[in-house]
């Protein structure tokens, strides 16, 4: 070979941009949300786990969730969610509980659920059932316990980086390690990659891992909300109604949280609305009959909102009359007086779940598992309970002196949590499914059932320690 030719072909070698060396993990968590975020801090957390070298990934920007804690919004934000005595208790035990702005949540001791076609109700009370929380002040309390950590550990090995995508997942061709390669031109290989991705997945797509399930043709209106007055006892309150049930949760003092589930063209109508006349159908969709609510849907799909504000409270006024206060308060929730402004949303309502939470070196836990119908407020619950059996397979495996990412350790999770989670899932799709029909037999039978429950204290208790987990 001549001299010229080898300079050739070693100018042309250094031209060739050198792709970069993967940075290796031994966990890495796609997803900054509660799931993923507890699961860091509890591994973090862990006696056995702590020196895990763990690298999380979140799409979205976690400013907001960095300056929370110091800088706390004053207005509610939307995304609210119900936690349960159970979540509440592995929060205290990871140690980020204590970081909660406990002045932005607010325990409920009771749910007063109502037919809306007919006059049953149920009524479940017990203390503090679950507390409302909004989920940037989890997210919060969660970054501020895992830098407290590391502020007690100079080789913490954590790394979190927002802001950047997951563009696409291989394998190393060696040892079929996962390599993420990111929106910001890293890539980090890693012996153990969990899904904390929500629905649309990118690991749980990478996986293969099947999931199945159907959309509703329903979709969720969110709002934050003021009351007339701060309530005497703090309940939530949910009305099934034929488009899908309403609920109206407790928020410190006299602010409150909605959650309606609307057809799609209802919801955009509800989104679209002005605050006012939005404020009084939710406060006529507690009281009003079916075909009530149907008539304003139709005026104003045409249009014909001119008095509408005015009829609304006409019909409320007239078919509440004959209660006095106290009554009132027994069979209604309080009347909404005002909504935040900028706070309504709406999200698709789906059920869907995954063949396996599990594979090779992958774990799937949260929405990017199993997503639910909010009517029961166990979406977020479910994640919390996936990520504590997670950690607890992690640490066994550890233990044994096993590979994390070996579905040996690995499968003792899945085992536990599917079986579970899929019960919830069916009877939470079940509900939907009876509440959505106004067939006169089905609403018979069910009005029955309501009541017949409501009167049956062992069957409300046997509820309360399947929705709380006390």
Not at 163 to 185: A, C, F, M, R, Y
Not at 340 to 350: E, H, K
Not at 389 to 418: K, M, Q
């Amino acid at each position: 070979m001549s001299l010229v030719f080898k300079r050739a072909l070693a100018t042309a070698a250094k031209s060739i941009p050198k792709v970069p060396e993967p940075k290796l993990v031994d966990v890495l968590i796609v997803g900054g949300g509660p799931a993923g975020l507890t699961l860091s801090a509890a591994l973090k957390n862990s006696p056995i786990a702590r020196d895990l070298k763990i690298s999380l990934v979140e799409g979205f920007n976690l400013k907001p969730v960095e300056e929370f804690y110091d800088n706390t919004p004053e207005n509610f934000t939307n995304r609210i969610s119900s936690l349960t005595p159970q979540s509440i208790e592995y929060l205290e035990k990871i140690g980020s509980w204590k970081f909660i702005k406990q002045d932005r949540v607010q325990p409920y001791d009771s749910i007063m659920v109502t037919e809306g076609i007919t006059d049953a109700r149920l009524e479940i009370d017990t203390p503090s059932l679950a507390t409302m929380c909004e989920n940037v002040n989890l997210q919060s309390s969660l970054y501020q316990r895992i830098k407290e950590l590391e502020s007690q550990n100079p080789d913490f090995g954590f790394d979190l980086v927002d802001n950047t995508k997951v563009e696409k997942i291989t394998k190393d061709e060696t040892d079929q390690w996962p390599i993420v390669h990111l929106s910001n031109g890293e890539q980090i290989k890693t012996r153990l990659l969990v899904g904390a991705d929500g629905f649309n997945s990118p690991v749980r797509k990478f996986s293969g891992i099947e999931s199945r399930g159907w959309f509703y043709n329903r979709f969720g209106v969110v709002a934050t909300m003021k009351l007339e007055y701060p309530p005497f006892k703090t309940v939530g309150w949910q009305r099934f109604l034929p488009t899908g049930p309403i609920a109206l949760l407790p928020l410190p003092d006299d602010h409150a949280t909605l959650v309606w589930s609307q057809t799609i063209e209802n919801s955009e109508l509800l989104t679209k609305i002005d605050d006012e006349l939005f404020r009084n159908l939710v406060n006529a969709a507690f009281i009003l009959e079916d075909v009530d609510m149907k008539y304003y849907y139709k005026a104003i799909k045409e249009g014909k909102t001119e008095g509408l504000i005015e009829d609304i409270q006409w019909r409320v006024n007239h078919a509440t009359q004959k209660f006095n206060e106290e009554q009132l308060e027994e069979n209604y929730p309080l009347k909404v007086v005002s909504i935040d402004s900028g706070s309504r949303a709406r999200f698709p309502l789906r059920l869907s779940h995954a063949d396996t939470y599990v594979s090779e070196r992958i774990a799937l836990v949260g929405d990017a598992a199993h997503t639910t119908h909010p009517l029961a407020g166990q979406g977020l619950n479910m994640g919390q309970g996936d990520v504590q059996s997670l950690v607890g397979a992690i640490e066994r495996g550890l233990n044994r002196g096993l590979d994390i990412g070996n579905t040996l350790v690995l499968e003792p999770y899945w085992a536990e949590r599917f079986p579970e989670n899929n019960l919830l899932l069916g009877v939470v799709d079940k509900l939907h499914k009876l509440y959505s029909t106004t067939a006169e037999p089905i609403v018979a039978l069910r009005t029955l059932g309501l009541k017949a429950v409501n009167q049956l204290q062992f069957l409300k208790n046997m509820m309360v320690s399947k929705v709380s987990g006390k």
